[in-house]
């Protein structure tokens, strides 16, 4: 059993969780991901991982309530535990890796992150901050409830713009709205990671390609395995077939087709909608036992 040490509301639906697993604390990185599963009849659902103690072996995840699932895992209290806890999955952000970091330090960074993106995003820029990087970061949601990690990220940010739908706090706008209106200001960045609802990334995308901003998204298809084999979370990047969970989740977002992403997305999420993504498919359906195209 993995068992959780802390457990926090963050705001409205959203809690977090310190679980114990010594093993993927010692290995993970900014960027990967876990899969959890409550007992024997739960789900198995990919979870970003939002921060870890190496020292204390802790793996910290943010969850926010949408199903039976997440409901059933919001029930949990301190001293309780998962029955599956797989990780480290996935690859690593490259910005995040000791070999690249001379590299990094020459670029301007931007973070746009979306709702719960800014659980995956506050790792990377603790990492940068430790390494002697300061990045930007512009973080939104739908209304004030739904905020969290605003003092967390200001700890480890050069700047933090808070941004919120309906205008409950900050920004009355979008990411991708501040982001413009700080260009518009003169700001100027070359290197920009959004992380959030697919929709609001391809929207960001736009706006930096525009922008002339590299820019590398962290995709959140549908997962279920986390090794390719399922072909759930089959992506088209570049014109080649990717499975977000071993050659992501991070890719090239002016390289990524989010239509086809989100229209596999809700195909994905009926019986009859599986069946056809797999004939449609064929071979390149799933890939991860290296026998599929």
């Known amino acids: 059993m993995y068992r959780i040490t802390r457990k926090e509301e963050l705001a409205d ?38 921060d870890y ?23 949990l209290k301190e001293g309780d535990g998962f029955l599956d806890f797989v990780g480290p999955l996935g690859l690593p952000s ?37 390494h002697g990087v300061e990045a930007t970061v ?52 070359d290197h920009c990671v959004a992380i959030g609802p697919m929709i609001m990334m391809k929207f960001v995308c736009k706006l930096t390609e525009k922008l002339g901003i590299h820019t590398i998204v962290s995709m959140n298809p549908i997962m279920v395995d986390g090794t390719g084999m399922c072909g759930a979370c089959r992506l088209i990047v570049d014109g080649e077939v990717k499975f977000a969970c071993v050659d992501g989740p991070e890719f090239d977002g002016h390289k990524v087709d989010f239509d086809l992403a989100m229209a596999r997305m809700k195909q994905y999420s009926t019986e009859e909608g599986r069946k056809k993504l797999a004939y449609e498919e064929g071979d390149s359906h799933h890939g991860g036992c290296g026998n599929c195209a």
């Open 138 to 189: 512009i973080m939104g949601s739908r209304t004030k409830d739904l905020l969290f990690y605003i003092d967390e990220m200001k700890a480890v940010a050069k700047e933090v713009y808070v941004t919120t739908d309906d205008g409950t706090y900050g920004f009355h706008g979008m990411g991708t709205d501040q982001l413009q209106a700080l260009y518009d200001e003169g700001k100027k960045y």
């Open 53 to 75: 103690d190496r020292q204390k072996g802790t793996i910290t995840i943010v969850v926010q309530t949408i199903g039976a699932s997440t409901k059933r895992m919001d029930e």
């Open 94 to 130: 490259e910005l995040c890796l000791e070999e690249n970091l001379e590299e990094t330090k020459k670029l301007d960074i931007v973070f746009i992150a979306g709702g719960l993106g800014t659980a995956p995003v506050y790792p990377q820029v603790k990492w940068l901050h430790e």
């Open 13 to 50: 639906n959203i809690f977090l969780m310190d679980v114990e697993a010594p093993r993927c604390a010692a290995k993970c990185l900014p960027g990967q991901f876990v899969i959890v599963r409550v007992d024997e009849e739960g789900e198995r659902i990919p979870l970003t991982i939002c």
